[in-house]
């Protein structure tokens, strides 16, 4: 008898089953032959992130690249500037580094494809014994699905590795307007190569082509083919996971943030209030809710901003250039609402009344 079963063996699973495996006994399959394939996520993460996952595992071993900032273009490719530093990590190898913790202290099932009859788990023809189930199988998420969960909407990623040059290869780029996503796209430089991709509610792939030949910055300075193409969903919202004997984890409870989509902060957040609550998975929703509840709040709040015709976002790309974001935390938006701040920002929007009313009705 498992004190729990845990499907799925990506960061949040891996991480989950190191965290309750060091006190309990744990099990945890996943359905391919290793963990981080296929890849579905860029790699960006914060700072703070980095050196937080640093207390499970080697993570300098997946460091692709150190970033110190991040231009954001408009529809028409003008781009405002702003510092911060952040890291690109190899998620193959982040997932296999977590995958070998998790196997340190937990019973793990590969090439295993976890079914349910009522609520007994049935692993490759056998039945597995649990007190707990915990779904960190994805977005289309099985445990979710049997148990009766609500589901997320989704938003589709594509990102292709080509060689681009960039503005500045210590700088990601994000790309905003109608025309190139209703969410938004990017190019992360590694090297003479940048993983360039788009995150779109709806005609990813077109979006994609035109972004590399039509637009007015990108198209100009991608120089050749694709090298490795990826494509995965991203849920929209976070959903109610937790239920009895039975939560979710990860993109299956949708644990990303609002506006950009990157998990990996969120799910860290979400495994270690996971085993600080162990078994009480009603407790594990509530103190993830009270630490990250404000971010999703005002995460939605901004993604809002996206929406705008591409005229009015011209010209609040117009406004804010020249800005400096003053202590604003890269995974947690709220800090935008810092004093400080929200003074700066108005004073900026206040140039244009009509842009201001709109910017305040969908941020308010």
Request: hydrophobic share 40%.
């Amino acid at each position: 008898m498992y004190d729990a079963l845990i499907v799925g063996a990506g960061p949040a699973g891996s991480l989950t089953a190191y965290l309750l495996g060091r006190n309990g006994d744990v099990a945890i399959s996943e359905e391919h032959q290793i963990a981080g394939f296929p890849v579905q996520c860029a790699g960006l993460i914060s700072d703070v992130c980095f050196n937080r996952y640093r207390r499970y595992c080697k993570i300098e071993k997946a460091l692709e690249k150190r970033i110190k900032g991040a231009f954001f273009f408009s529809p028409l490719g003008n781009y405002i500037e702003a510092k911060g530093d952040a890291y690109v990590i190899e998620r193959k190898i982040l997932d296999t580094l977590l995958f070998e913790r998790a196997s340190d202290v937990a019973d793990v099932f590969v090439k295993s494809k976890t079914k349910f009859r009522g609520s007994k788990a049935i692993l490759n023809g056998k039945e597995i014994k649990a007190d707990k189930i915990i779904g960190a199988d994805g977005i289309n998420s099985t445990v979710a699905r049997h148990f009766g969960f609500e589901r997320p909407g989704v938003f589709t990623a594509l990102q292709a590795e080509m060689r681009f040059e960039a503005l500045d290869e210590n700088y990601v780029e994000l790309y905003f307007g109608n025309k190139w996503s209703d969410f938004f796209a990017y190019a992360i430089p590694i090297g003479d190569t940048a993983k360039v991709g788009v995150i779109s509610r709806e005609g990813a792939l077109e979006r994609f082509n035109k972004l590399i030949y039509d637009h007015p910055s990108v198209s100009k300075r991608v120089r050749g083919g694709v090298i490795e193409l990826n494509a995965g969903a991203i849920p929209d919202r976070l959903i109610d996971f937790s239920k009895g004997n039975v939560a979710l984890i990860g993109d299956a409870a949708g644990m990303v943030k609002p506006y950009t989509g990157g998990g990996l902060y969120y799910l860290l957040v979400a495994a270690e209030k996971l085993a600080d609550s162990f078994p009480d998975f009603n407790s594990y929703q509530k103190k993830y809710i009270k630490e990250l509840g404000r971010e999703y709040k005002f995460g939605y709040k901004i993604r809002k901003l996206y929406t705008m015709d591409d005229q009015k976002m011209e010209k609040l790309f117009e406004i804010m250039k020249g800005f400096d974001f003053p202590g604003v935390h890269m995974d947690k938006p709220s800090t935008l609402q810092l004093p400080n701040s929200v003074f700066k920002i108005v004073l900026r929007l206040i140039r244009d009344p009509a842009l201001a009313f709109t910017v305040l009705k969908l941020l308010i």
